[in-house]
């Protein structure tokens, strides 16, 4: 038999490995940043030897998160461009909707930000996401639909805080939500009066 087709298996499950790695650092990592490399192995169903083989050590486990997270943050802002033809509070709902299905990615990557990868990387890999909410909430200050007592990065800020935060009850079984709840508060904490807040979610929803 010749080698190459021999390989090609060990390729791709060697792909299968680091994804499920991945994915289970993700999981683990959201209920323990201290969780250890080997319980991680434990919990992936590989043995330490092939972490590592992918992994050389904790950092650079991060790292690829980082580096995971910041492709989906990109690809999922892309797909939203067209957000800044639309009347600012549409798009700040749209927004908050495409974010909150890679919120346990956010989320990972703040809490991460206090462990491991340092802030300044953090802050980095967020960068697009935090830049284009800013000039959400700017738009909707200049048109009159958003409140301007804070300034729109400090606002943006806190609105990140809090849907942080929801995230977090909802992963603690505190809250049930889907996105449209968050993306409501959102548009209520921006300003907006709460029964147009909520036909402006249905709407971005629909």
Same mark, same amino acid.
């Given at each position: 038999m010749p080698k190459p087709a021999a390989r090609e298996p060990l390729r791709s499950n060697a792909r299968s490995n680091r994804a499920r790695?991945?994915?289970?650092?993700?999981? *683990? +990592?959201?209920? &323990?940043?201290d969780v250890t490399l080997e319980e991680l192995?434990?919990?992936? #169903?590989?043995? $330490?030897? =092939?972490l590592f083989g992918h992994f050389?050590?904790?950092?650079? +486990? +991060? *790292? %690829?998160?980082? /580096? *995971?997270?910041?492709?989906?943050?990109?690809?999922?802002? /892309?797909d939203g461009a067209h957000r800044s033809e639309e009347p600012a509070e549409r798009a700040l709902a749209r927004f908050t909707l495409s974010m909150w299905a890679v919120g346990d990615r956010y989320r990972l990557l703040l809490s991460l930000a206090r462990h491991d990868l340092g802030? /300044?990387?953090? !802050?980095e890999v967020l960068a697009p996401a935090r830049h284009e909410a800013t000039a959400i909430l700017e738009r909707g200050q200049r048109d009159g639909v958003f409140h301007t007592h804070l300034p729109a990065d400090v606002l943006s800020a806190g609105l990140e805080a809090m849907t942080v935060a929801l995230l977090e009850q909802v992963?603690? #079984?505190?809250? !049930? &939500?889907?996105? =449209?709840?968050?993306?409501?508060?959102? +548009?209520?904490?921006? #300003?907006?009066?709460?029964e $147009? %807040?909520? #036909?402006?979610? %249905?709407?971005?929803?629909?």
């Open positions: 790695i991945l994915a289970t650092a993700r999981r *683990e +990592l959201g209920r &323990d940043p192995a434990r919990a992936a #169903g590989v043995v $330490r030897r =092939t050389p050590g904790r950092a650079a +486990l +991060l *790292e %690829a998160l980082a /580096e *995971e997270a910041s492709e989906v943050l990109k690809a999922t802002l /892309e802030t /300044e990387r953090v !802050a992963n603690t #079984g505190a809250l !049930a &939500d889907d996105g =449209t709840r968050t993306a409501v508060a959102m +548009l209520i904490a921006a #300003g907006v009066p709460r $147009r %807040a909520h #036909g402006v979610v %249905a709407d971005a929803a629909g």
